[in-house]
């Protein structure tokens, strides 16, 4: 028997960096990028495998070292310049390679009101970028966030589903809605979005959406922010969202002696609801 | 041979309570609180653990109702009043108890501008109360919060230490400081603290002081902090800080040609420092 | 403008299920499976998204309810059994379901030698599966385990790489060799495996094959251990691996006058290489 | 206002070693080391906060230097005794230094059966080992093991408890019980024990007093685990434990007409009993 390689790719994950850019003067602010970036490499790497030769292999230890190279002259912007030009980088120096891709997360920094140095953090929500460069062509840029976690304590409901004979589910026409927002998308072929304040404004999109919206069910929801989404950035093609239902389960107190009106819940870990889906523009 | 019991207790970890408490009229905001709640009993349980006698133990199964029972009525302001409702109701109930301990963690929520039914998380900074109490004598509470991220990008220094002859570690006037902040303190016999006054007073203490303080080690920050504490709220009676030291290191690119002039670091996981103190108020 | 939904999907997530087989007579071992259970549906769910129309939603809860109901009578066996149970079960109530996908893992528990009644358990390696079916056709069946974490003092090399000038890795031809195996693969159209027989062949030919290859690198590595994996289950049509590099670093003692000749490292968590590569049968 | 330092502590925590003995000749083993160390100092630290004189302070970057210094001299043998020497050394060259304390846990790897040179690994089970010494006397040495996952499926009852109008619990005579042990000891003074024997031999005991123990609670199972350890190791002074209540809670298939006789349990992460005491030798 003899065994050949399918698809295959490799890189280095967790690259932790954080840039000081410095500024001048006693009372000049100092801005802080703090950032955990991933590498992959795809192309003419299946005699790595097959033949062991390292020859087309640039090591995953140089990619890290490329991150920390490349921030001070690259990291001036929005995190998917910054993708881009390691992509290209990594393109550069591989002959091999055909694709690269890279992977950003940015954790969110907030400086102390009336000092120009120091700084608060310790939020989930991050800003993420995934850019993938191929030899020719366009980079493929797709802007996010993780790590939202929004609730709302009522215009949440969710009935008429369909009933087996498993089904014990009691319908409902308010309860709290709770999740943590995983959202990706990309641009229109040849827009050139300003991707900091796409951010920005498909964040606030969403989150004033899922603030007001009537939800029918947590499907519903993902629509209404999806579609006010695509209104708040006209450069936007598609969005994905992700949406965990973080399942709030009304207490039975009634063995006690006592109501219970929409006030105390358990808040649950596992198993819990997933809702994945693409909303995009029609026509 | 025979064994007997030494010290022993046991209680109840990670039940998770969110509270609403509904607003009134159709523009009225919704309160949320969202708590975690860990239980401890000790007292005469020996003869539980010695000869099988379940007869002094509450389950802590109704350690977990009590909580839900208990937090419409009881959980109408601060932690600490929660904290202490439940551990009475731990000693009314249990004749064996002698101690009852209760910890608790508020996970912040911030209400959306604009709508009173809407929420942000998504911070690990919590707000911890721990609320002892005995069959006689006041309740012992401690107040306090963990998981608050700070980082400044100068004003800390690290110099004149003790060195020996596997001490490489180089003196530097100028480096990153950033740690994760978990702070408790107690209160002055005899006092009636306003809580979340308090809470709120140490923690922009902590906050400012960290960010202006001339830095030698984290240690002369500690005790920075810990004194700017004590000034901030006369009820304290002394404060403990435990400062784990997120190292940040700079990046050697001399290699590549390129000047590192305290911009690019590397976020470190482990191991990391450790530095933990009390600090009271003298005479 | 008008939103559309693209590809979308839901299911739940973190179902906990432990099923004991009860053995009969004082002497007779009990079975204990432990299982963690995801699963999704795709089909006609867009209506749900843009018109709030919850009647082809089968609610997860009711997928939680089906993983305890159908337990006792369809996990009897292999893990791809009972999830090509599920997943039938789940394509057969939901008219709007066009593909359900039902994923499985297997937390191990060792019996107690001398007990039929005891267990330990602990290990982070798990065997998992990975079942999709469709209205027609066969079922996909996927089969893997995870969370086998590999180690080799010596036998593994890396040199002879590419190198661009931020590339400063030294070639090595005697380093630790640790990865942590997350395997999965298919079966050729028509077989009929044994699946537990697969797995355990699979993971025998993968351990085996770690420890005695001489590794070039871990791409070299993964394609023999794949290559391995193929030729020990005939039943196999292609093998996918990630290997993480979980990197030791040798310690430089020379600053305090000791040698470290292959020693003394220090293992580290991040960054970490990662090689993910699929191997076939040829021809 | 004056503030003044209470009790204070600094160190190191996350250290990780991994050191390899290098077996001669081609068919010997190697042996392999996995260990995460911690560090605590204390002493005449005080005016490091005080009055920012660091001129006492060993850095903690010189104690993660002394773990991989000290490695091959020193943990040629149990954990407890690489923990004496580092605690010695720390108070060797630290004049301020009054009390050292040095934890440190080993994960395991299993060499591979016909191969001198590779392990697998994978296990939360830790051997653990605190080593606290002062100027004067002898070193304080706690033993212990953490993340041993027991189950048993039946041979486990909770009846005959308090009640109060908050209990819903219902009595059993025959339930899951799992648990993670977590287990310290000490020994007795002027004892000379061998550490790894004491070790395998308490956790064997601890392991199948588990699984024969007709247990009535938590409590009274880890009576009869602290018993068994006492009596199967005469150098023990008293062990204590924590067992956490990692409950199972059968599934009511009643509404899907079905029985369910001690066979489909849930497996619940929070919240979850904890159960903690010491068990020492009487007279």
Redesign the interface.
């Known amino acids: ?22 500024g001048e003067g006693p009372h000049r602010s ?1 801005v ?1 990028r ?1 950032l955990t970036v991933d590498v ?1 490499l795809e192309g003419a ?1 299946d005699r ?3 033949d ?11 990619m ?3 991150v ?2 490349l ?2 002259q690259h990291l001036t912007g929005p995190l998917e310049d910054f993708g881009a030009a390691l992509a290209g980088r990594f393109l550069d ?2 002959p091999a390679c055909t694709l690269a891709e890279v992977r950003l997360r940015e954790h969110g ?1 907030a400086p ?1 009101v ?2 120009a ?9 991050c800003a993420t970028a995934l850019v993938t460069r191929r030899r020719t062509g366009p980079a493929d840029t797709r802007s996010g966030f993780s ?9 949440s409901a ?12 009691a319908e409902t026409d308010d309860r ?1 809605l709770a999740t ?1 927002v995983t959202a990706e998308w990309g641009y229109l072929a040849g827009s050139t979005p300003a991707y900091d304040v796409a951010r920005s404004a498909v964040r606030a999109a969403m ?2 959406t ?3 919206h009537e939800s ?5 929801t ?2 209404a922010m ?2 006010a989404s ?2 708040a950035c006209e450069e936007l093609d ?1 969005v ?1 969202l992700q949406l ?2 973080k399942h ?1 389960v009304l ?1 039975d ?1 009634a ?2 002696g ?1 109501s ?24």
């Open positions: 028997m003899s065994a050949v390689m399918g698809h295959n790719r490799y890189g280095k994950d967790g690259i932790r960096l954080v840039l000081v850019r410095r100092d802080l703090d992959r790497f790595v495998h097959t062991a030769d390292n020859s087309p292999v640039l090591p995953t230890d140089t890290r070292s490329t920390y190279a921030a001070q120096v591989s920094w102390l009336g000092d140095h120091a700084f608060v953090g310790g939020s989930a929500e790590g939202l976690l929004l609730l709302k304590t009522t215009g969710f009935s008429g589903f369909l009933r087996d004979e498993l089904t014990v589910l709290i943590e989150v004033s899922f603030a007001v029918r069910s947590v499907q519903h993902l629509h999806g579609e695509l209104a598609a994905t965990p239902n709030h207490v107190l063995p006690f006592l219970n009106d929409r006030a105390v819940y358990v808040a649950t870990d596992r198993p819990f609801g997933v809702i994945e889906g693409e909303v995009r523009r029609s026509g």
